[in-house]
């Protein structure tokens, strides 16, 4: 009688591990779906959105070993000041390949940031040179553009920043009233 049992044990047994990695499956596409896509236009409007307070508008993906140096930091700088400074991180990962959203996603969710990360709606040429003709010329990432509180840029730059580096460059913003 035990052995009998055996074969309707061990199929409900596979039949709660494929249900669990259909739902794990599940899971993924729905962060995925989750992750907001902005054009230029849309990022425009953030800053604009956020008028009144320093923007911290920052570029990277997550094949970029130099974005993962800076990207604690950003998560540090967003803490410190969450009053009067709002970061805009915007991923630079090709949102049609599954496979770097869900990167994306896992590297998201292990992080944690205290701020939205977007992705771009496209990684074409156009869109670099929609955000920035200065970007365009090399497209190389890290890039941030800090923004003062009235939405003008103050700060442009296309290499890893360290805490103290973006603290130096928006301090004096957000003591400017």
């Given at each position: 009688m035990a052995s009998s049992l055996r074969p309707t044990w061990l199929a409900l047994g596979a039949l709660c591990v494929l249900a669990l990695a259909v739902r794990g499956i599940g899971a993924q596409s729905t962060a995925q779906n989750d992750l907001k896509a902005v054009d230029p236009k849309d990022i425009k409007n953030l800053i604009g959105a956020n008028k009144g307070k320093v923007v911290f508008l920052n570029f990277m993906a997550t094949y970029c070993v130099p974005c993962h140096t800076e990207f604690p930091d950003i998560i540090k700088l967003q803490t410190k000041y969450k009053d009067s400074l709002q970061v805009i991180e915007v991923s630079m990962n090709d949102r049609s390949d599954a496979a770097e959203t869900t990167e994306l996603t896992k590297y998201i969710a292990d992080l944690k940031p205290p701020f939205t990360v977007y992705i771009a709606t496209s990684t074409d040429d156009q869109?670099?040179?929609?955000?920035?003709?200065?970007?365009?010329?090399?497209?190389?990432?890290?890039?941030?553009?800090?923004?003062?509180?009235?939405?003008?840029?103050?700060?442009?730059?296309?290499?890893?920043?360290?805490?103290?580096?973006?603290?130096?460059?928006v301090t004096p913003l957000l003591a400017a009233k």
């Open positions: 869109y670099y040179k929609d955000v920035d003709a200065r970007w365009a010329q090399s497209e190389a990432l890290p890039m941030t553009m800090i923004f003062d509180r009235e939405g003008k840029e103050i700060h442009f730059y296309q290499k890893a920043l360290t805490l103290a580096d973006m603290e130096r460059d």
